[in-house]
């Protein structure tokens, strides 16, 4: 589908002018005006630096991006902070002016602000200034009618502390100081700050146009995310104030949460809609854009009441995986599902996140959830491993997965068992992709419950035998036939990053006395284990070999140990896909044979809670 965008340079007084045909509106998924007093220090000096050095050059402000809503107003998806400010700018040159001296000049410039700022009569040209030009809507500001106010009357209320009050304070000192000191160049400063500093608007077609070309144009790490706009449509779904209420104050309270889990809000609701999928059989490989996805059915699934209690779940997850920390949950201590969540978190890609999100949701309030935990995730990891040491690529998994995350639904032992051509693993695990290397040494350091406690948070893949040499010929043996195993899997351990600057490229014997110092079980057992004084190709190509029985050993055990229950017919499907829709009433009308295998189905965890019957 083509897009449509109008890019047209205008003036200040031309921009804000606007408003007279269509109100401008700062949407209610914005985040708070934001501005400080050193930004709007700064506005004003480059202002007036640029107007008093009379340069010929234009001085270019910035972009608005906006579009026209259902309403006809403009609707501003970038530059809110920038032409919130200017108002407060304009206003406080207004009030200004009001002060002074009334003559010719005063009432030209005033007729020529005020349209600017309020609805003017086509007649009399006589301004409402109880009807401006620009509201913000954003949830939550609290500065929203002090800003409006302002524009209203020029005044701040008493014990405002919105930054509004303190920016448009800041103004009226700045225009105070400018005004005594260049008594007779004030006026014409108005004058050139509203015809010759230029803006940049770009109108777009529609507000996903316009979102895209903010997120194209801004690298501040603020643009809006889909999340944003969702918080915006539940909490204008919501009927009641106090219900308005309860619901910003879980959001804050959320985005604390994901603040403090080092994950965002849009990346919870996209692990969410994986979980959403799932519930819906979707085993489509195509992934439907975020927004577009809950935008179906005027964004219904975001009205459900378990989304927030949903999310908040699944935090519980991603703040173990992403910062180790101590929930209260029975599981969170359980060191069997942490290890491989740890093994897990290293993955060259994201796609093991969506089944581990969505068979956590699903199942963690299951009383034998713990040891159906471990056995899937083992299983997973073991899966996702193999098959990208044989095929590093997204592809290669992809597919599977998606059909994983849809079979959770189906049973609580999903079978996740990917193509896999055990030779070409066991040859290409000795020397394997090195994005997939971290995972492999983690699992590796797991094993054998060597590993009491969780491998510390930062380290590094040591080589063995050192990739930099301290000379042309090391240890007697020759570069160019050495250096072909120096990235081979034989060659490496896990080692803390503060022991390994030390370690560094050490000989041999000077190296294993500095892996005793290790916390990582595996890496002090190496130092004890090898007695021989050098460490050789030939020592390299032996660990090579140990290493890829082991996890041929590994992935065979989780694949031939976990079995999923017996799988339901395309029939059984389709009525438990109808069943699932059936309210109280309707299940009261099914026969009594109808309501044994809906219990049969209920027990066997094909419906949720939240299911209306």
């Known amino acids: 589908m083509s897009t449509d965008i109008k890019v047209d340079k205008k003036s200040v007084a031309e921009l804000l002018s606007n408003g007279a045909k269509s109100k401008f509106i700062i949407p209610d998924y914005q985040r708070p005006y934001a501005w400080s007093k050193d930004e709007v220090e700064q ?7 640029y107007i008093d050095q009379e340069s010929e050059s234009t001085y270019f402000l910035g972009t608005v991006v906006y579009f026209l809503n259902d309403e006809g107003d403009e609707e ?32 030209n410039l005033k007729h020529k602000i005020e349209p600017l700022i309020w609805e003017t009569n086509r007649l009399s040209g006589q301004p409402d200034k109880k009807k401006i030009l620009i509201y913000s809507n954003v949830i939550n500001d609290q500065g929203n009618r002090e800003f409006a106010y302002i524009l209203e009357t020029g005044k701040i209320k008493a014990g405002a502390k919105s930054l509004y009050d303190q920016n448009y304070k800041t103004f009226q000192k700045l225009i105070d100081l400018y005004a005594e000191e260049n008594p007779l160049r ?17 109108e777009a077609d529609s507000q996903d146009t316009a979102l895209t070309i903010f997120n194209t144009l801004n690298d501040r790490g603020l643009a809006l995310s889909d999340a944003d706009i ?12 106090q219900e308005k209420n309860q619901f910003i104050e879980s959001w804050q309270k959320l985005e ?27 085993k489509k490989v195509t992934t439907p854009g975020l927004r577009k996805y809950f935008a179906v059915n005027k964004f219904e699934k975001l009205f459900k009441k378990p989304l927030m209690k949903d999310l908040n779940d699944s935090l519980d997850l991603w703040s173990v995986i992403n910062t180790r920390a101590k929930i209260d949950k029975d599981w969170g201590d359980n060191f069997e599902i942490l290890k491989v969540l740890d093994v897990l978190s290293s993955f060259p890609n994201e796609f093991w996140k969506y089944p581990v999100n969505t068979y956590y949701l699903k199942y963690h309030r299951d009383t034998d959830f713990q040891e159906l935990f471990v056995n899937f995730l083992n299983q997973l990891a073991a899966g996702l491993i193999g098959r990208f040491i044989v095929l590093p690529t997204v ?68 080589h063995i035998l050192p990739k930099k040499w301290q000379q042309n010929n090391l240890f007697g043996f020759d570069k160019q036939a050495v250096e072909p195993f120096l990235d081979h899997i034989g060659n490496k351990l896990p080692f803390e990053k503060s022991l390994n600057i030390s370690a560094g490229n050490g000989y041999f014997k000077v190296k294993k006395e500095k892996y005793l110092e290790s916390n990582i079980a595996i890496t002090r057992e190496f130092s004890t284990l090898q007695q021989q004084p050098e460490w050789t190709p030939d020592d390299i190509k032996n660990r090579d070999g140990q290493i890829s029985q082991l996890f041929m050993n590994y992935l065979q055990h989780w694949i031939a140990n976990t079995s999923g229950v017996q799988q339901i017919s395309e029939e059984d499907k389709t009525r ?27 027990k066997e965890g094909y419906f949720e809670e939240s299911d209306p019957a």
């Open 576 to 602: 438990i896909n109808a069943w699932k829709k059936l309210t109280p009433m309707e299940y009261e009308n099914l026969s009594d044979s109808q309501k044994e295998k809906y219990k049969k189905y209920f």
């Open 43 to 49: 506005l004003w000096e480059d202002i007036t630096e």
């Open 230 to 241: 969702f918080k915006a449509k539940i909490y204008h779904h919501l009927k009641n104030t």
């Open 76 to 107: 501003i998806i970038d530059g809110q902070q920038r032409i919130t400010t200017l108002f407060l700018l304009v206003r406080a040159m207004y009030t200004k002016l009001e002060s002074m001296q009334q003559d010719q000049t005063v009432d």
């Open 256 to 282: 604390q949460r994901c603040q403090e889990s080092k994950i965002s809000i849009q990346e919870l609701f996209y692990y969410y809609m994986f979980y959403l999928r799932g519930k819906q059989g979707d």
């Open 395 to 462: 592809n290669a998994i992809k597919a599977g997965i998606v059909a994983l995350n849809a079979n959770i639904f189906l049973t609580n032992k999903p079978i996740y068992n990917p193509e896999v051509d055990e030779e070409v693993l066991a040859d290409k695990a000795k020397n394997p992709h090195y994005r997939i290397v971290p995972s492999i040494l983690k699992f590796l350091a797991y094993q054998d419950n060597r590993q009491k406690e969780l491998l510390p948070e930062h380290w590094e893949i040591e």
């Open 186 to 202: 004030f006026e014409q400063l108005i004058v050139q700050l509203l015809d010759e500093i230029i803006v940049l608007p770009i």
